[in-house]
């Protein structure tokens, strides 16, 4: 059986994609089977791996309603052992076709429950929505990535919340895996102030590996690669291949 990772935080450009495309790349470089799945109508993580956004039913919509079978969606990635499902635009209607289904919360752990890689992570879309819960409940983990600016905790205490209610109501044994600070400036003081608090609030809840602002990443996702494949000695793939590896030794834990 996989091990499924929600990537996910309501706010939205906090580097939730960044996040899924980077991890997944980095633990199929040390030799892991990984797919992500893009659950995002925005499609970034799909256009993230240069992949296009298939339209119709080939896609995350399809298999999140159910109407395909996840292995006739999955693409291959240049990348050995990575695998993405792709997203469309189609996707945002998922909110609404799912609210009258009598399984609206279960649809997505059921339909990928055969699916054996590594790990599955999922790219969350901002917001709240039964796409998200459905995300929740077919996860074993949650990554919250956290972007290092004022404000950033707001919202925090009710994801927390939703998590909790997802873990009483259907999925007990669901944790959060971390907190992830993100796009770190270490020439801005806030920076340090909004990752001191997140630190002494959520003390070891939070990854020690710390993702900084870094022009490469917004680089390599306009030229629809991941930074660890677009400049791999940049700041930014040292810190995804620093958090790959955090993230495995929890694992061990
Ligand atoms: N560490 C970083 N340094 C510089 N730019 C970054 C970093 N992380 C993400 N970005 C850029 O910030 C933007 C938002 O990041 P990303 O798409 O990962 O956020 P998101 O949480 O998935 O957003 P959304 O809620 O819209 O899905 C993107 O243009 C991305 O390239
Ligand atoms: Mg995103």
Excluded: W
Aim: charged share 20%; proline share 3%; aromatic share 6%.
């Amino acid at each position: 059986m996989s091990t499924v990772v929600s990537v996910i935080n309501q706010k939205g450009g906090v580097g939730k994609t960044t996040t899924a495309v980077n991890l997944a790349t980095a633990l199929a470089a040390v030799g892991k089977t990984a797919l992500v799945l893009d659950l995002d109508p925005q499609g970034n993580a799909t256009t993230g791996f240069g992949i296009g956004k298939n339209r119709g039913r080939h896609n995350s919509y399809g298999v999140l309603l159910g109407l395909v079978d996840p292995r006739e969606v999955i693409v291959e990635t240049y990348v050995s052992g990575l695998f993405v499902i792709p997203s469309t635009i189609d996707l945002s209607a998922a909110e609404v076709e799912l609210f009258s289904q009598k399984d609206r919360e279960s649809k997505l752990k059921k339909a990928i429950s055969n699916l054996e890689y590594d790990y599955i992570l999922i790219d969350c879309p901002p917001g709240f929505g039964l796409i998200n819960i459905n995300a929740l409940n077919a996860s074993n983990k949650v990554i919250i990535p956290l972007q290092c600016e004022f404000f950033a905790l707001e919202g925090l205490a009710q994801l927390f919340s939703t998590i909790q209610s997802v873990k009483s109501a259907v999925n007990k044994d669901l944790i959060v895996s971390g907190i992830l600070l993100t796009m770190y400036d270490r020439r801005n003081s806030l920076s340090a102030t909004v990752a001191n608090d997140v630190r002494s609030h959520f003390k070891n809840l939070v990854f020690n590996t710390v993702i900084p602002r870094n022009v490469k990443i917004s680089e390599a996702s306009s030229h629809g690669t991941p930074v660890i494949l677009y400049d791999i000695r940049s700041a930014g793939a040292i810190a995804y291949i620093e958090l790959a590896r955090e993230f495995l030794s929890k694992e061990l834990r």
